[in-house]
């Protein structure tokens, strides 16, 4: 209740999809950023919005960790330079949080309007008995609001000495697989031991051969070492799930890692008559929960979020997942087939949301299908076959970022569309003729007239060519339309007064 205003998240674990992110928040206040992925417009429009709020408002940017922006600086050092600029001439009534590992106390000096956006917190990493604490309660269960700390210390002092001395070798700080100072490894490790019923030991001994295999054949990638215990613990997880659970988990790594739907988890699942009526009287949703949602939600690889239906993947798994995936020496396709069950599943669910209509004839029908454009913007960039399912998805998107009038993104999914019907070698069709006209939409919108002349006329010839050259129909009245407007944007009235003559003289003949 103390921000009224709203509290926004943004992920800061790369340069462009902060800036898109507050290029978002920029949209829900009504104001629209030209380039999305430039971060100081971006910037300047999020910032400018939340400084006209008079309800006290919170921004969290989280994990803004990125070394490599592409201008040299850390990502830090980006954002202290955006709100010098953006937010200094302002009086602001919310508060910024930002989570980083950086370490610049001069860049974190400069960052903000005032001391109170600028203050820094020090936190410490987990104490090696901390960590002990912390392992224990996941393993045996033992939430904080019922079990005090003494009395898990309690607990552990009765352990024998085999266990306590493989508690001890796992989050130890002598050892280059210690899990100390990592809660994201301990909670994987704890979630993998208590759903197992394994031992410390048991899990020690597993712990520390799977962190020397992936430390050996390249599985890692080029990841800080901590970060490799926290994969090492992953690993061991993904291995324990069944072939189904995992064939889920492949696909979640292509979406979007928040806000996932559970309706694409449950499309992605192909559970057995058999399993649904072993569990009352074929409750398939009790199924689904058992053998897919629960591993992955009690194994810590995915959050439920109850309000909305929905799930969130970090980000670090799902870099995790793929990297496994395009090295996996069993399956040699694994990669592809992931990518093509996410597609597969996104598409049925665009389909159930949008109820077997045309999917984008108006702009009201955006509307059920913007929470699953991220997760269709995400998979698309993975695609390496062309699919069915990847075109009119690509369509999609493309049509509804024009709605929104995201014009860079519509103008990189209508590309997509076209690229990937060409690498199909289709022919020319009523599908390639509204493709090429929404690319001339786009063209126009952006400024780019001769583009979309030139594809404006690719559309028309295809129509005629497929309808007839002395047929009336709305697409080509539509098209001549639209090659009557780009010729009033080259100055060409008379040939313009023509178009518009023949298309406004054909739909009279259609229509009466």
């Known amino acids: 209740d103390e921000y009224n205003g709203g509290v926004f998240w943004v992920a800061a674990d790369n340069l462009p999809r902060l800036a898109s992110e507050l290029a978002a928040i920029a949209a829900k206040f009504g104001r629209t950023v030209a380039d999305p992925t430039n971060l100081d417009e971006a910037a300047a429009a999020a910032f400018g919005a939340l400084s006209e709020q008079s309800q006290p408002w919170l921004l969290c940017i989280d994990n803004a960790d990125d070394e490599n922006v592409n201008d040299g600086h850390h990502i830090i050092d980006r954002l202290a330079m955006c709100t010098a600029a953006h937010l200094r001439p302002h009086v602001l009534q919310g508060h910024i949080l930002v989570t980083s590992r950086y370490g610049n106390e001069a860049a974190w000096n400069d960052f903000g309007p005032s001391t109170t956006l600028s203050s820094l917190i020090n936190l410490q990493p987990l104490s090696k008995t901390d960590a002990s604490v912390v392992l224990y309660r996941r393993r045996y269960g033992l939430p904080t609001t019922e079990v005090s700390r003494k009395d898990v210390a309690d607990q552990m002092s009765t352990l024998p000495s085999s266990e306590r001395a493989a508690l001890d070798d796992l989050v130890g700080t002598d050892n280059p697989y210690s899990m100390a100072g990592l809660p994201l490894a301990l909670q994987q490790a704890g979630a993998f031991m208590a759903r197992e ?109 109850s309000g909305d239906a929905s799930v969130s993947i970090h980000r670090m798994l799902r870099m995790f997942v793929r990297e496994r995936l395009a090295k996996s020496d069993t399956t040699a396709d694994a990669f592809a087939i992931a990518v093509n069950d996410a597609l597969v599943s996104l598409a049925s669910d665009v389909q159930a949301r949008w109820g077997g209509g045309p999917p984008y004839t108006s702009v009201e029908d955006r509307a059920p299908v913007l929470a699953l454009l991220p997760h269709i913007s995400s998979a698309l960039q993975s695609v390496a076959n062309c699919s069915d399912e990847a075109i009119g998805l690509a369509r999609i998107a493309a049509r509804v970022h024009k709605d929104l009038g ?73 098209t001549l339309h639209q090659l009557g407007s780009v010729l009033i944007k080259l100055n060409e009235y008379d040939a313009a007064r023509k178009k518009y003559e023949e298309s406004l003289a054909m739909e009279y003949r259609i229509y009466g």
């Open 406 to 478: 995201r014009v860079r993104d519509a103008h990189f999914f209508s590309a997509k569309v076209l690229e990937l019907v060409q690498s199909q070698g289709h022919r020319d069709s009523v599908d390639l003729s509204n493709d090429l006209y929404l690319m001339g939409q786009i063209l126009l919108d952006r400024g780019d007239v001769s583009a979309a002349q030139a594809r404006f006329v690719r559309s028309l010839t295809i129509d005629r060519a497929l309808y007839g050259h002395d047929t009336d129909h709305p697409g080509i009245a539509a």
């Open 197 to 305: 019923q394994m031992s410390f030991a048991e899990y020690a001994k597993l712990y520390k051969a799977q962190f020397e295999k992936l430390d050996t054949c390249g599985l890692l990638p080029q990841l800080p070492q901590s970060d490799h215990r926290v994969h090492t613990a992953w690993a061991l997880n993904v291995q324990s799930l069944d072939p189904e659970t995992e064939r889920v988990l492949n696909a979640l790594s292509f979406f979007a890692p928040d806000a996932i739907p559970e309706s694409l988890l449950r499309r992605l699942c192909t559970i057995s008559s058999d399993e649904a009526e072993r569990m009352q009287e074929g409750d398939e949703e009790l199924a689904f929960r058992r053998t897919v949602f629960g591993p992955l939600v009690t194994g810590s690889m995915l959050l439920s979020r």
